[in-house]
């Protein structure tokens, strides 16, 4: 094979990208919404293209050349390069009015953004933002690959490509059926707490592994059995005495409007709190509207939100390789 002298198309690289990343035609296909035949095809037509083998192909998997490992970090730098290309761009061409694309967890997006998003639009008129939900770390992964402008999340992993202006810490309560011997009292101590069946979410939420360290740590016994898949299914479960469970601050205030129907409390001298930030690319363009936006936010929270949760004062900052 020769290389011919023309660059190559952004899908082909594309492509290229995402089989090294995952060193499988069938998984890399998924993930771009294609069809596996396809990507083969494309990846052929690029190593005729180049003029080289970019993959090993065996029976027992996928493995990157010599060749395309000394090509790998050049594609990502092109794919990087395009995605900023296309966000000046967008920029430039919607002019005032601009819709950023935010990602926020289920166990929080729902509980928050209807105390924020109001005030917001009225702060800034001209912006728009498109709201889709998902698990912190698919959050994460999204905003890296440009999915997302903006993510609101409790960040379980640092990255120096991402800036993060933490917002807010919010507290999970321990909450217990009406008829239950802890019910009445305003704290418990870990100990009461100690073989209690504990109910939470389902393990694809990163709700679930916040209660299972909280178990851990009190010795309470996690239901895995009994899974609920939302908050509000969640808090069914106890009310029918299935079990306690711990409710994030924003769910309480935001839905609890029957508070007779279970009993809310804190374990005494063990805050329990999750901390949420707004992040961002370091590369984005609209990284000085992000930093003002978040200013906003924090203070809209402090004002109609100051009894469910606090304020953390930190400045934005970049996040540390792990």
Request: charged letters at 20%.
């Amino acid at each position: 094979m020769q290389f011919n002298g023309k660059s190559p198309s952004i899908n082909q690289i594309r492509y290229f990208v995402a089989v090294a990343k995952y060193l499988s035609f069938r998984q890399a296909a998924g993930i771009l919404g294609i069809s596996q035949p396809t990507l083969t095809s494309q990846i052929n037509a690029l190593e005729t293209h180049l003029g080289l083998t970019l993959f090993e192909r065996s029976r027992t998997g996928t493995l990157l050349s010599p060749q395309g490992k000394a090509l790998l970090d050049a594609a990502e730098e092109v794919l990087q390069a395009s995605q900023r290309f296309s966000e000046i761009a967008r920029d430039l061409s919607e002019g005032e009015v601009v819709t950023y694309r935010l990602g926020i967890p289920p166990t929080l997006g729902p509980y928050l953004l209807p105390f924020v998003l109001p005030d917001l639009h009225k702060r800034k008129p001209g912006l728009r933002f498109y709201v889709r939900e998902g698990a912190p770390s698919a959050l994460q992964h999204g905003l890296l690959r440009g999915e997302y402008d903006l993510i609101l999340s409790p960040l379980s992993g640092e990255n120096s490509q991402l800036i993060t202006q933490p917002l807010f810490k919010e507290p999970l309560k321990f909450v217990t059926p009406s008829d239950h011997k802890l019910t009445g009292k305003a704290f418990v101590r870990p100990e009461e707490i100690t073989g209690e069946k504990v109910l939470t979410l389902e393990d694809s939420h990163h709700f679930h592994h916040q209660v299972q360290r909280i178990c851990d740590e009190i010795g309470a016994d996690l239901q895995r059995d009994y899974e609920g898949t939302s908050l509000d299914t969640l808090r069914q479960m106890v009310v029918m005495g299935m079990g306690v469970a711990f409710l994030p601050g924003l769910y309480i205030h935001s839905e609890l409007h029957k508070p007779e129907a279970l009993h809310v409390c804190e374990i005494a001298d063990m805050p329990i709190e999750r901390q949420h930030s707004l992040a961002w690319r370091n590369t984005a363009p609209g990284r000085k509207t992000f930093r003002e936006i978040s200013i906003i936010i924090k203070e809209i929270i402090e004002t109609r939100l100051s009894n469910a949760v606090t304020i953390v004062n930190d400045t934005p900052k970049h996040a540390l390789n792990r």
